[in-house]
């Protein structure tokens, strides 16, 4: 169990929260979610130490172990695979360090003795014994074999770097767990994997996640970070998100019927006011009118953008073949002898354990590179807009918003210009700041505005949710749904991939897969293929 008492946090005049009193009890999964900037990742640093708040407390009871999901994945760098499991524990590991110094030591003496035979009796206290077992457990049961259990962190590729930080937070079962973007860079059966394990996990969990599918399968509350308040809600994010739109709903309707009301006061008083008759009728609706509850909605964070897409018919049944296409990257065989052919309207996702694989395959669709063997070919008349994953460069300008997103557009109208970036919430002096200080998020919104304005008959996207908002995520989820034209992607938000793809194209390590039916029916098969089994 972990407990804040009158949590409060600000950096100069910006009010992160304040006075912020809950209980996180054991057997539960916590879903901590907020928009951008609301403080989801500060909170869980507060709730590890690792920030102090401007006020108030967090309180755990003496003996229980806290464990975290390291964000850092160059800190382990120079420890092998297993290693960095172990180190998870942290009193475990610092006995065995500890254990093995003094039976290296040369002079060995009777006090290293007496001093070893207390730490082999805490280790075993720790099922120490067991500890290597259960570490190439869970990498196993994430995806990293046993021949890759003595690799260096870092010459892992940045998938199983984020496995192996996993594997380590959830090492020893610690009494609570926090988790800040745990499915990031993981594939399918890594994600299913961890899923089990959570619902499995009987101990307390605080997670930090964009991921729907995820939130709505693990957490059985949901914790809403919103204009400096925290509040609590029983139920994973679909009954967040049910609740919370009919608590505004009735609030509105509550505010209009007083604004009503307040309106008809105000036009009693003003006739009759100087009326003697009427006077003492008037002064009554003056009191009412001051105890009238007249005030907005109490003010919210949450910003939804408008997005639209209206693809453009394709002439003719061409749209894309690949003929023989293979692609390798430093000597590594990524994909080889693919051919295909993807027609107009379908939506296709590329899934891969390996996702350097994923992208380098769309890179190559969209023409940003050039494939190894093989060809290509789109149809003569098919217009695509491709959203790589690494899309920095495109930022590395001395351009303001506007003008970033004009070099696009045919129309370099200033008010056309502006409808799109409106959409994205880009609005008033927003858009005329620099592009090379956008965060993460704002730089994506800004590639949607630029796919909206391109509005192609083909997108190619990789990672389209990647640094957005649940907000961002679901309003680009449902304009997906609504076009009409052709998609190719990739993805690690379940639910856009179930709402969206009814092809896959799968690359693994012994070829290309083309399975022709939905991501939802692919799951289902590649579930009971696999198995999912916690520590296995």
């Given at each position: 169990?972990?407990?804040?008492?009158?949590?409060?946090?600000?950096?100069?005049?910006?009010?992160?929260?304040?006075?912020?009193?809950?209980?996180?009890?054991?057997?539960?999964?916590?879903?901590?979610?907020?928009?951008?900037?609301?403080?989801k990742s500060t909170f869980l640093k507060i709730l590890s130490g690792?920030?102090?708040?401007?006020?108030?407390?967090?309180?755990?009871?003496?003996?229980?172990?806290?464990?975290?999901?390291?964000?850092?994945?160059?800190?382990?760098?120079?420890?092998?695979?297993?290693?960095?499991?172990?180190?998870?524990?942290?009193?475990?590991?610092?006995?065995?360090?500890?254990?093995?110094?003094?039976?290296?030591?040369?002079?060995?003496?009777?006090?290293?003795?007496?001093?070893?035979?207390?730490?082999?009796?805490?280790?075993?206290?720790?099922?120490?014994?067991?500890?290597?077992?259960?570490?190439?457990?869970?990498?196993?049961?994430?995806?990293?074999?046993?021949?890759?259990?003595?690799?260096?962190?870092?010459?892992?590729?940045?998938?199983?770097?984020?496995?192996?930080?996993?594997?380590?937070?959830?090492?020893?079962?610690?009494?609570?767990?926090?988790?800040?973007?745990?499915?990031?860079?993981?594939?399918?059966?890594?994600?299913?994997?961890?899923?089990?394990?959570?619902?499995?996990?009987q101990n307390t969990v605080i997670v930090v996640s964009h991921d729907?599918?995820?939130?709505?399968?693990?957490?059985?509350?949901?914790?809403?970070?919103?204009?400096?308040?925290?509040?609590?809600?029983?139920?994973n994010y679909d009954f967040w998100r049910a609740a919370s739109e009919?608590?505004?709903?009735?609030?509105?309707?509550?505010?209009?019927?007083?604004?009503?009301?307040?309106?008809?006061?105000?036009?009693?008083?003003?006739?009759?006011?100087?009326?003697?008759?009427?006077?003492?009728?008037?002064?009554?609706?003056?009191?009412?009118?001051?105890?009238?509850?007249?005030?907005?909605?109490?003010?919210?964070?949450?910003?939804?953008?408008?997005?639209?897409?209206?693809?453009?018919?394709?002439?003719?049944?061409?749209?894309?073949?690949?003929?023989?296409?293979?692609?390798?990257?430093?000597?590594?065989?990524?994909?080889?002898?693919?051919?295909?052919?993807?027609?107009?309207?379908?939506?296709?996702?590329?899934?891969?354990?390996?996702?350097?694989?994923?992208?380098?395959?769309?890179?190559?669709?969209?023409?940003?590179?050039?494939?190894?063997?093989?060809?290509?070919?789109?149809?003569?008349?098919?217009?695509?807009?491709?959203?790589?994953?690494?899309?920095?460069?495109?930022?590395?300008?001395?351009?303001?918003?506007?003008?970033?997103?004009?070099?696009?557009?045919?129309?370099?109208?200033?008010?056309?210009?502006?409808?799109?970036?409106?959409?994205?919430?880009?609005?008033?002096?927003?858009?005329?700041?620099?592009?090379?200080?956008?965060?993460?998020?704002?730089?994506?919104?800004?590639?949607?505005?630029?796919?909206?304005?391109?509005?192609?008959?083909?997108?190619?996207?990789?990672?389209?949710?990647?640094?957005?908002?649940?907000?961002?995520?679901?309003?680009?989820?449902?304009?997906?749904?609504?076009?009409?034209?052709?998609?190719?992607?990739?993805?690690?938000?379940?639910?856009?991939?179930?709402?969206?793809?009814?092809?896959?194209?799968?690359?693994?390590?012994?070829?290309?897969?083309?399975?022709?039916?939905?991501?939802?029916?692919?799951?289902?098969?590649?579930?009971?293929?696999?198995?999912?089994?916690?520590?296995?």
């Amino acid at each position: 169990m972990i407990r804040t008492q009158g949590l409060s946090l600000q950096y100069g005049k910006r009010v992160l929260f304040e006075e912020v009193s809950l209980k996180f009890t054991e057997s539960n999964c916590y879903g901590l979610i907020g928009p951008n900037g609301a403080g989801k990742s500060t909170f869980l640093k507060i709730l590890s130490g690792e920030i102090e708040p401007n006020a108030g407390l967090v309180t755990i009871p003496a003996g229980l172990r806290l464990a975290v999901l390291k964000q850092d994945h160059f800190a382990f760098n120079e420890f092998d695979a297993l290693t960095t499991v172990l180190m998870g524990h942290e009193r475990l590991y610092a006995v065995m360090q500890e254990k093995d110094a003094l039976y290296a030591k040369p002079d060995f003496d009777v006090a290293d003795g007496m001093r070893t035979a207390e730490l082999e009796a805490e280790f075993g206290e720790l099922n120490g014994w067991e500890a290597e077992a259960q570490a190439g457990e869970l990498l196993g049961g994430l995806g990293i074999p046993v021949s890759r259990h003595d690799v260096l962190v870092q010459d892992l590729d940045d998938g199983d770097k984020v496995r192996v930080l996993l594997a380590q937070a959830v090492f020893g079962e610690p009494d609570i767990l926090l988790l800040d973007e745990p499915t990031n860079h993981l594939d399918v059966d890594s994600i299913l994997w961890l899923e089990e394990f959570l619902l499995a996990f009987q101990n307390t969990v605080i997670v930090v996640s964009h991921d729907r599918h995820f939130l709505n399968k693990v957490c059985t509350h949901t914790a809403d970070i919103d204009f400096r308040k925290v509040q609590m809600y029983t139920g994973n994010y679909d009954f967040w998100r049910a609740a919370s739109e009919m608590a505004l709903r009735h609030r509105q309707a509550k505010i209009d019927k007083n604004e009503d009301r307040a309106r008809e006061l105000k036009e009693f008083i003003a006739r009759f006011s100087a009326n003697a008759s009427k006077s003492r009728q008037a002064t009554a609706r003056k009191k009412m009118l001051g105890q009238l509850d007249v005030e907005a909605i109490a003010p919210s964070s949450r910003k939804y953008p408008h997005i639209v897409f209206d693809a453009q018919r394709i002439h003719g049944k061409e749209l894309l073949t690949l003929e023989n296409v293979s692609k390798s990257l430093g000597g590594h065989r990524l994909f080889a002898g693919v051919t295909l052919t993807i027609a107009k309207g379908e939506r296709v996702v590329v899934v891969s354990r390996n996702s350097v694989a994923t992208s380098t395959f769309l890179e190559v669709v969209a023409g940003a590179q050039e494939p190894d063997t093989g060809r290509v070919k789109w149809g003569p008349t098919v217009q695509r807009s491709f959203l790589p994953k690494d899309y920095g460069h495109l930022f590395e300008v001395d351009l303001s918003v506007i003008d970033w997103l004009r070099q696009f557009s045919m129309n370099p109208d200033e008010g056309f210009i502006r409808q799109f970036l409106g959409r994205m919430l880009f609005t008033g002096d927003e858009s005329k700041k620099s592009v090379t200080v956008l965060s993460g998020g704002e730089r994506m919104r800004c590639m949607i505005a630029r796919l909206m304005l391109e509005d192609p008959q083909c997108l190619i996207l990789d990672g389209p949710t990647n640094h957005l908002d649940l907000e961002s995520i679901t309003s680009l989820n449902t304009a997906l749904v609504k076009r009409s034209g052709t998609l190719i992607f990739g993805s690690h938000d379940v639910e856009l991939i179930e709402s969206l793809a009814d092809r896959v194209i799968e690359i693994t390590d012994d070829g290309v897969v083309d399975h022709q039916y939905s991501y939802t029916e692919f799951l289902r098969r590649h579930t009971e293929e696999v198995g999912v089994l916690v520590g296995a």
